[in-house]
């Protein structure tokens, strides 16, 4: 007498314990028996084999309560998944097997193939197979299980097409795929300021694909294959560089990116030139002309003190000659410098050149004579005629 039920293989490296007995049937989708499809038992610890028989039945023998997982194989009928029990009792299984099935996509454009296309397959919000087109446009699947699916194609520049479509069998399917661009629209602000404010002149780049400069309210427009990865970049003179990694989609884009200045210091000195021993009043600011407070200052390479809450500071200069400062805030450095100071008993020149600051002119007096200019000159030779007349008489 023929049997109808195949033999469970031997168990490898089987647990200690009790076992249970799995009758597992496999049928097509019609709930047709399917006959030789080998099946690949596994649990933690073990495995075993076994081959269906003319009725689609096969016993298997299994730790009682382990977590089971069943793959099918067969040269007609294939399973993307496996079977899985979670605990394993005495219990008839029934896995479903399908149709062994594949597609040919072929992607296209106006002007022919596309190549290097992205394929998406997908089965109940699952992927399936994913790959690209070849230089002629054709993408073909493995081997798929005979069902309705959904069809994913998209390339940078195109707009991505989906649809769904049924396997069942080796198919070919054609894809046309269309070319088109969309607006990235950029503003860029400086955030130093409430409200911020708009940044005029600002490059802004779409990495690959093109730019703009900002007009006066800081916008910019830039036109960009859509379905696109790309860098925006923007820079402006005395400004932080932003780069950011961007998607364009299949619609306009709107960005806002915040500009903000280079971190800078600028020292101003009251004066250039001091007596020695006096303080030299010093004026820091930032990139804003904001006081840079708290920032370290030095005088020759010597640590002299620190800005206040106004960004000033009086710095005293006792030896005479010539002396270079400048101040640090954040590891940001400033301008340096220079002042020269005086000892206090220097030549004549030198202390004409420097007038105190407070000294003040002292007017010159100035003394006249009788009631209009040049009448002492004209007495002078009046009375000289007449000496003159009198000596001529005698």
Same mark, same amino acid.
Do not use: C
């Given at each position: ?166 396997? !069942? @069998?080796?198919? %070919?399917?054609?894809?046309? $795929?269309?070319? #088109?661009? =969309?607006?990235?629209? +950029?503003? *860029? ?47 402006? !003179? @005395?400004?932080? %560089?932003?780069?950011?990694? $961007?998607?364009? #989609?299949? =619609?306009?884009?709107? +960005?806002? *990116? ?137």
């Amino acid at each position: 007498m023929l049997s109808l039920v195949a033999p469970a293989g031997v168990a490898v490296a089987q647990s200690d314990g009790e076992t249970v007995t799995l009758t597992v049937t496999v049928r097509d989708k019609a709930g047709n028996p399917i006959s030789d499809a080998d099946l690949d038992v596994t649990w933690d610890g073990g495995s075993t084999t076994a081959t269906t028989a003319a009725n689609g039945k096969a016993f298997v023998d299994v730790p009682e309560g382990a977590a089971v997982t069943i793959e099918v194989t067969h040269p007609r009928y294939v399973r993307n998944s496996p079977y899985r029990i979670d605990e394993a009792t005495e219990d008839d299984i029934t896995v479903d097997v399908f149709r062994k099935s594949s597609v040919r996509l072929e992607v296209s454009d106006d002007d022919g193939p596309v190549a290097n296309a992205s394929v998406l397959i997908e089965r109940g919000g699952l992927d399936v197979e994913t790959g690209t087109t070849g230089p002629n446009g054709v993408f073909e699947s493995g081997v798929l299980q005979a069902g309705s699916y959904s069809i994913t194609i998209s390339k940078d520049g195109y707009y991505t097409r989906r649809k769904p479509l049924d396997i !069942d @069998g080796e198919i %070919t399917n054609r894809v046309a $795929l269309r070319r #088109g661009s =969309t607006t990235v629209d +950029v503003r *860029v602000t400086d955030p130093h300021f409430d409200p911020e404010r708009p940044i005029t002149g600002a490059n802004v780049t779409l990495v690959g694909v093109g730019g703009n400069r900002t007009d006066r309210g800081g916008n910019a427009s830039v036109t960009a294959p859509v379905n696109t990865e790309t860098t925006l970049r923007v820079t402006r !003179d @005395g400004y932080r %560089t932003v780069e950011r990694d $961007l998607t364009v #989609g299949e =619609t306009a884009t709107t +960005v806002s *990116v915040g500009l903000s200045r280079t971190p800078s210091i600028t020292l101003a000195a009251a004066n250039e030139r001091i007596v020695a021993g006096e303080r030299l009043v010093l004026t820091a600011t930032d990139a804003y002309g904001d006081p840079a407070t708290n920032a370290t200052i030095y005088l020759d390479g010597e640590r002299a003190g620190t800005t206040d809450g106004e960004g000033e500071a009086a710095v005293r200069i006792d030896d005479p000659g010539d002396h270079t400062l400048y101040v640090t805030r954040n590891g940001v450095r400033s301008n340096e410098v220079s002042v020269e100071a005086i000892s206090a008993d220097g030549d004549a020149a030198t202390a004409t050149a420097m007038p105190s600051p407070t000294a003040t002119p002292t007017p010159t007096a100035t003394t006249t004579t009788g009631t209009s200019p040049g009448f002492g000159v004209i007495l002078a030779v009046l009375a000289t005629l007449l000496f003159a007349a009198r000596f001529v008489r005698r």
